[in-house]
């Protein structure tokens, strides 16, 4: 899976907008962090005060945008979230750290910095997916 999916929206979607480098490539549904006033894809090191959401937009170089569209999370938001490891019940609950802007590594053990939070596996353990929401402050 090459994307983040919102699966449960609460209320009412948030959609908020802030700057990008020009040079910055962007990608829907891939997750954004804020790096020195700028949103970039988020990696293994975000944590929760960095946190954007989830990319709204896709814009390639050529595009030359100073600006992105992202989805705010709430804490009533699940999304469907590809993870490192085959997905686990007894991971539900765990805080996650990210692998990279699309994937949650779930390594069985809870981080204290981490951005996700696994409410449930989806599909096949194989298909190394989950239903989950960001930890938000």
Request: hydrophobic residues 40%; glycine residues 8%.
């Amino acid at each position: 899976m090459a994307t983040v999916k919102q699966v449960t929206i609460k209320n009412t979607r948030e959609l908020l907008e802030t700057n990008k480098a020009t040079g910055t490539v962007m990608t829907l549904g891939n997750i954004l962090a804020m790096t020195a006033g700028l949103a970039v894809d988020a990696d293994s090191g975000t944590v929760v005060a960095d946190l954007l959401g989830v990319c709204n937009d896709t814009i390639s170089i050529a595009d030359a945008e100073t600006r992105v569209t992202y989805i705010k999370p709430s804490d009533d938001d699940t999304f469907l979230i590809s993870v490192a490891n085959n997905s686990d019940a007894t991971h539900n609950g765990q805080a996650m750290v990210l692998t990279n802007a699309t994937t949650a590594n779930n390594t069985g053990t809870t981080s204290a910095t981490g951005i996700v939070q696994q409410v449930e596996p989806y599909g096949e353990n194989t298909d190394k997916l989950i239903i989950g929401k960001f930890l938000t402050l």
